[in-house]
């Protein structure tokens, strides 16, 4: 039988786990704290560790660091209701097996602890792994609440303890360059420089001069010797953004010192040789550019050691609230103001335009718009035109918003002036399931329909304290019905009240 330790310091929260997992034949022990967590795994031994990440004594953290130098084999997942990139990226780098965000989704639950409990048992045979480096505290501004965004502080993390050369690819404004930097701040080089080239901005004559420096009189105009970024960044890490922006003589280059190390200066004949790690990113097709000549295969193959790819906002518009909260504080602080807070209807514009400019863009229209909102909330009029037009008229499930005529300062309120208090609500309902269909269209592995179905039911359940009849009149179904999807999702009532 595999035992699970639960480690949390509310006993609600231990006792659910109990009555949840031990229902499946697991044996289930609990500790009230980091400290009691970690004088009872040398005599219990369990197989999987769950944790919270908040608790009074030694944080769950600082309790994973310990039980890593005590049993680097023994899995610990951990769980938070503050799903920052801190300390996701924190909690992979620390080498937990994978962390949970609170409020739980029973069914990802339960299906994180049956990888866990099988990863324990192949990892009885395999080599343990060494965590790497201490806590530090740094602000990398990097944030995002979706899945595809939580992968990428997985991989941030397990990529700490690596040199390998890593490729970001993404649209344009997604965060190619700010997941770079947050690669470099967790590696071990993070004490040595790290140098950006956006090989696009730079004319291509003078690109090699910019990698690899000259020496005086390479060229017309080159009157002193240049030391360039390779050289500069020695023991460092290089970040190559637009790196499909290179000629082909380049890239040769750059694939020489990818494998050996070595360059000389453009009209030099000294082979320098550096130590030099090599992030690079592209908004481009690079599998297509290889395809047609256009970027050499076998530098891709060097550069696409590690991936990491960035979707464009319109696919993760989960993260728009999240990023929205995060720009308006951060601008609030430079500008030493209190933060201006969003109406629903203007957040329900941000969440339905398509932001061809991703982060970027969502960025600068918040910035603007805190400068010319008249009151201390952003209004949808505060918004540019073409954000109000992606966003005007009733929302229809499938349907591409529609543009909207005429002028457009102040659009979509008026749009939403003679509608009605029902209409409004259902324009909610159907922006609210839409998110859920695009999330659906994501994920066709998940059931969307039973998983939503399901958690109302425990909302409701909970909202009411357990009360039938009134969970079923808030959400417009009879008490049998209600009863008959207690029974089909099997609801324990420890998940019915908090
Ligand atoms: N997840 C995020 N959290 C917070 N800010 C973000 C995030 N992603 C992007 N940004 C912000 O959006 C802007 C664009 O990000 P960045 O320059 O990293 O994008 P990029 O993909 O490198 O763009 P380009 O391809 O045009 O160089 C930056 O100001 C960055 O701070």
């Not at 795994?41 to 009074?56: E, S």
């Not at 639950?109 to 792994?129: N, P």
């Not at 609440?145 to 649209?171: H, N, P, Y």
């Not at 805190?370 to 073409?386: N, R, S």
Request: charged share 30%; with cysteine; proline share 5%.
């Amino acid at each position: 039988m595999s035992t699970l330790m639960v480690v949390d310091d509310e006993a609600d929260v231990r006792y659910s786990f109990r009555r949840l997992f031990e229902g499946e034949g697991l044996e289930v022990v609990e500790a009230a704290s980091g400290e009691e967590a970690l004088r009872m795994i040398p005599r219990v031994r369990p197989d999987l560790v769950v944790m919270d990440i908040r608790m009074a004594g030694l944080s769950g953290l600082e309790t994973l660091r310990r039980i890593r130098e005590m049993d680097p084999r023994l899995l610990v997942i951990l769980m938070t209701a503050y799903g920052t990139t801190q300390t996701a990226i924190e909690a992979m780098k620390l080498g937990a097996y994978d962390y949970l965000l609170k409020p739980f989704d029973m069914a990802r639950l339960r299906s994180v602890i049956q990888q866990g409990l099988k990863a324990a048992r192949d990892m009885r045979q395999a080599v343990a792994i060494r965590p790497t480096g201490g806590l530090e505290e740094d602000a990398l501004g990097l944030v995002g609440r979706s899945e595809a965004m939580q992968q990428v502080f997985k991989l941030i993390g397990q990529l700490a303890a690596s040199d390998a050369t890593v490729l970001i690819t993404g649209e344009s404004g997604t965060g190619k360059e700010l997941v770079a930097r947050a690669i470099y701040q967790h590696s071990r080089r993070s004490g040595q420089p790290f140098l950006a080239v956006n090989c696009a901005a730079i004319p291509e004559g003078l690109l090699e001069s910019e990698l690899f420096g000259h020496e005086r009189g390479a060229f017309t105009g080159a009157t002193q010797q240049r030391i360039g970024k390779f050289e500069q960044c020695h023991r460092g890490t290089l970040f190559l953004d637009e790196i499909g922006d290179m000629s082909l003589s380049t890239q040769a280059k750059i694939l020489r010192v990818l494998q050996s190390g070595q360059f000389e200066r453009v009209g030099g004949n000294q082979t320098l040789q550096v130590d030099v790690r090599i992030l690079a990113a592209t908004n481009r097709p690079l599998e297509q550019m290889v395809a047609s000549r256009q970027f050499r295969e076998d530098l891709f193959y060097r550069l696409n050691v590690v991936r990491i790819h960035l979707p464009p906002l319109r696919e993760r518009r989960e993260d728009i609230p999240l990023l929205v909260e995060y720009f308006l504080a951060r601008f609030a602080r430079e500008q030493k103001q209190t933060p201006r807070s969003l109406t629903a209807a203007a957040l329900r514009a941000l969440e339905n335009y398509h932001w061809p400019g991703n982060v970027r863009e969502l960025e600068n229209v918040l910035r603007r718009a805190t400068v010319i909102a008249k009151g201390e909330a952003i209004l949808p009029e505060d918004l540019p035109p073409e954000v109000l037009e992606g966003a005007a008229g009733p929302v229809r499930a499938g349907a591409a918003p529609q543009p909207k005529p005429g002028p457009a300062t102040g659009a979509a309120s008026q749009a939403h002036a003679g509608t009605s208090e029902t209409a409004r609500d259902e324009e909610e309902v159907v922006h609210l399931a839409r998110r859920l269909f695009e999330w659906a269209r994501r994920h066709p592995d998940r059931k969307v329909l039973p998983a939503v179905e399901r958690e109302l039911v425990v909302q409701a359940l909970r909202e009411t304290r357990d009360n039938q009849v009134r969970a079923a009149r808030l959400l417009g179904i009879t008490r049998a019905t209600l009863r008959k999807r207690i029974e089909k999702y099997g609801i324990r009532r420890e998940f019915r009240v908090e």
